[in-house]
């Protein structure tokens, strides 16, 4: 894997707020005063917000744009005042020009766009499930980064907080939608976006802490990006600090065609660093799918491993005649237990099929069918577990009475006592299944 440091990389979505219990100070104690701050970046190296220079540089520079915005705020207040480069030209250094109360220390984060909310020390943010794709570099407002101005220093020290990873096409589609997703050790996702928080009072204050749940995250390619046959594209998506053991590649084309990709190997994102990917041919074996309703229709279907699944939407579950049939615009996720158990859904008119990808990761789903006015006609529940076994019962005579699954409906395990054995709920006349328990209280 090949990694190219980020001499100074700012573009993200910052929405800080804080868990310290000191009370705040007042924001209008003190007057404002016009401000001139000048941006660097850590360890001497300038701050900037756009890549510069070529794919497969050694270095990858970064420069400032005529109107970057930051917040500035006062070391232990919460009061947030707008500051923009003045600089005409796209430079290494940037001159922001705001009002400010006086002060000994000031803290300031980019973009300054999110609104952020300070309390005391502590800053809490938001890194965004949605990135939008820009060519040879990652996307306006997705990268972020905090900086602090103590007393005398010259510079708004600037850190950044996340790093980058680049995953390099080739063929001849054109690229809707890439979406990246990873797990830790033990198969469990990771946040790749979300909430999160960094401590400015500490030296370290780049290290960030991520305290969500997110664990997909998408770049959007507004027009679509047509790939080259023969030299890689590349897809700059920004992801948290960190060491992940696996991760899943969902790619979606302009036509609906969808590619999943998995590595079992770990991958180690370091801050302000670039990590390349190998690079993927996105060829015609590279959209197979497989087809969950060969043998007949059903309202409720099994996946057992990551991959690209289709069905039938013509059909009302299993259901027989004309007011079976279904004749849908559209199709959505209605709900999941996690967003890595169903992703990527969509309806292709031309084989009259739901389409959707999933990564592996174990639960349920649940997948509806509309009309086009945006009405549910159909659902399906789509379940996301190892291959059950089947179990013959027999009477008391040994006569075998019928064959049953070895688990619940919508359970992920069938060991007695786990969580993940009591699957889903049913409330009776009703064919679509409500989210099981996530905790067991007591036994009965």
């Known amino acids: 894997m090949k990694r190219q440091n980020i001499i100074a990389v700012i573009l993200a979505s910052l929405a800080l707020v804080g868990g310290c219990t000191q009370v705040e100070k007042p924001i209008d104690s003190a007057p404002l005063v016009e401000t001139i701050l000048n941006a660097q970046m850590e360890n001497g190296s300038e701050t900037k917000t756009l890549l510069d220079g ?17 917040g500035v705020t006062r070391y232990g207040y919460s009061d947030i005042n707008h500051f923009i480069n003045i600089c005409e030209d796209t430079t290494d250094i940037a001159i922001f020009k705001g009002y400010v109360q006086n002060s000994d220390t000031y803290i300031s984060f ?62 001849s589609e054109t690229i809707h939608s890439i979406t990246f997703s990873a797990k830790d050790a033990d198969g469990n996702p990771v946040a790749v976006c979300g909430e999160a928080s960094v401590d400015m009072s500490l030296a370290n204050y780049s290290a960030i802490n991520m305290t969500g749940s997110e664990n997909v995250v998408t770049l959007i390619c507004n027009d679509g990006v047509t790939l080259n046959p023969t030299t890689p594209t590349p897809f700059h998506i920004v992801i948290p600090p960190g060491t992940y053991s696996s991760f899943a590649v969902t790619i979606v084309t302009t036509d609906g065609k969808i590619m999943v990709k998995e590595s079992t190997k770990y991958i180690e994102i370091k801050r302000s660093v670039v990590t390349t990917t190998g690079t993927l041919s996105l060829d015609a074996t590279a959209y197979e799918e497989v087809d969950l309703s060969p043998d007949g229709t059903a309202n409720s279907y099994i996946v057992s491993e990551a991959g690209v699944y289709s069905f039938d939407a013509s059909v009302k579950g ?45 639960g349920n789903a649940v997948i509806a069918a509309k009309d086009a006015d945006g009405n549910i006609i159909w659902s399906w529940h789509i379940w996301s577990t190892d291959t059950p076994e089947e179990h013959t019962y027999s009477d008391i005579n040994s006569n075998p009475t019928g064959i049953l699954m070895d688990r619940n409906l919508g359970a992920t395990s069938a060991t007695p006592g786990d969580i993940g054995a009591l699957g889903l709920l049913y409330q009776w006349g009703r064919k679509d299944p409500f989210m099981g328990s996530s905790s067991i209280s007591s036994d009965t």
């Open 54 to 70: 070529e794919v497969g540089d050694a270095m990858r520079y970064i420069k400032w744009l005529p109107n970057d915005s930051i």
């Open 110 to 171: 980019f973009p300054y766009s999110m609104g952020p909310v300070i309390n005391g020390y502590t800053y809490k943010f938001t890194l965004p499930a949605v990135q939008y794709y820009q060519e040879n570099s990652f996307g306006k407002e997705a990268y972020p980064m905090v900086g602090k101005k103590v007393n005398s220093d010259k510079y708004i020290m600037f850190q950044n907080l996340c790093g980058v990873i680049v995953i390099n096409l080739t063929g």
């Open 318 to 362: 299993n259901g027989m005649g004309d007011n079976a049939y279904l004749s849908p615009a559209s199709a959505e996720l209605l709900w999941a237990e996690n967003l890595l158990v169903v992703t990527n859904v969509i309806y292709d008119e031309a084989s009259r099929k739901i389409k959707f990808t999933t990564t592996g990761y174990e």
